[in-house]
């Protein structure tokens, strides 16, 4: 089993690894033109903690059988199947399919087991590669980080304590490089600072300002939240540079 989050979303893989075993793996103990369980013993499982898209197309969040059509030595499809109780290909209905996907093989280094592994892992993006003897396949895979995000932010703060200054304050925070959420992000950095002003919420509202080159204001602001610092200077001091310096420069761009 491998499992990766990417983005907010985790990928797992469920699969038995076969070995080469001096044999001819693709076009021989793997026919061209049949399907294949991608593993051995029962159908490989592939699951999505939540929709995403693999190879640009949109798949819904669930756990599916993961076959291989390999076409030509150019040529493959990973398809994708409903039923998670087959064995091998023993009741496999095409009908279940849910994707069929063009990938294209390509020469790798000798792997005598075979392996599923991730790699390229960015911020809401990775590519799955499947190798076997010389042969490897891969497969990008793109989730939808804003769409969890912005889910996530909605329950914590349906979620938080009457008390809890604090959610407000980091969800207002998380939209600070979202322009086109910045209204939200001050109706919830103002809501933290009805509940508990300090100098964290006053630098996060300023710092929405001068995102929005309102510079005055995010000068004034950053002024209260060194002030408010003082009040509780060991959380303070984390900040302290930044905010200065941010201070220093909004000044003299106002």
Same mark, same amino acid.
């Given at each position: 089993? &491998?499992? !990766? $989050?990417?983005?907010?979303?985790? =990928? ?9 075993? +001096? ?6 103990? =793997? #026919?061209?033109? %049949? ?10 499982? &592939? ?18 059988? @993961? @076959?291989?059509? #390999? !076409?030509?030595?150019?040529?493959? /499809? =990973? ?8 064995? +091998?290909? *023993?009741?496999?209905? *095409?009908?279940?399919? =849910? ?6 093989? /390509?020469?790798?280094?000798? $792997? ?20 076997? %003897?010389?042969? %490897? &396949? ?38 600070? #490089?979202?322009?086109?959420? /910045? ?11 009805? &509940? ?26 950053? !002024? ?7 009040? %509780? #200077?060991?959380?303070?001091? $984390?900040?302290?540079?930044?905010? *200065?310096?941010? /201070? ?7």
């Amino acid at each position: 089993m &491998i499992k !990766q $989050t990417i983005g907010l979303t985790n =990928v797992t893989v469920n699969y038995h690894a076969p070995s080469v075993k +001096g044999r001819k793996v693709f076009g021989g103990l =793997v #026919p061209m033109k %049949e399907l294949w369980r991608a593993g051995a013993n029962e159908a490989t499982l &592939i699951t999505f903690e939540d929709e995403l898209f693999l190879n640009n197309e949109r798949v819904p969040a669930g756990t599916y059988s @993961f @076959f291989i059509l #390999p !076409q030509s030595d150019s040529l493959w /499809h =990973v398809v994708l199947n409903k039923d998670t109780t087959l064995w +091998g290909l *023993e009741g496999y209905n *095409e009908l279940d399919d =849910v994707a069929y996907l063009e990938v294209k093989p /390509h020469k790798t280094a000798f $792997t005598e087991t075979m392996r599923f592994y991730f790699s390229d892992i960015s911020t809401n993006q990775a590519k799955l590669n499947l190798a076997w %003897e010389n042969t %490897e &396949i891969t497969l990008s895979i793109e989730t939808e980080l804003e769409k969890k995000a912005l889910a996530n932010i909605n329950k914590a703060l349906k979620n938080a304590a009457a008390d809890d200054w604090y959610t407000w304050a980091q969800c207002a925070e998380y939209m600070l #490089p979202r322009k086109e959420h /910045h209204q939200k992000a001050l109706e919830w950095v103002n809501k933290s600072i009805s &509940i508990k002003e300090n100098f964290y919420n006053n630098w996060i509202k300023a710092k929405l300002y001068a995102y929005n080159n309102e510079f005055q204001i995010a000068a004034a602001l950053s !002024q209260k939240a060194m002030q408010l610092g003082n009040t %509780e #200077p060991e959380s303070y001091k $984390t900040y302290a540079k930044q905010i *200065e310096t941010a /201070h220093s420069e909004w000044k003299r761009r106002r």
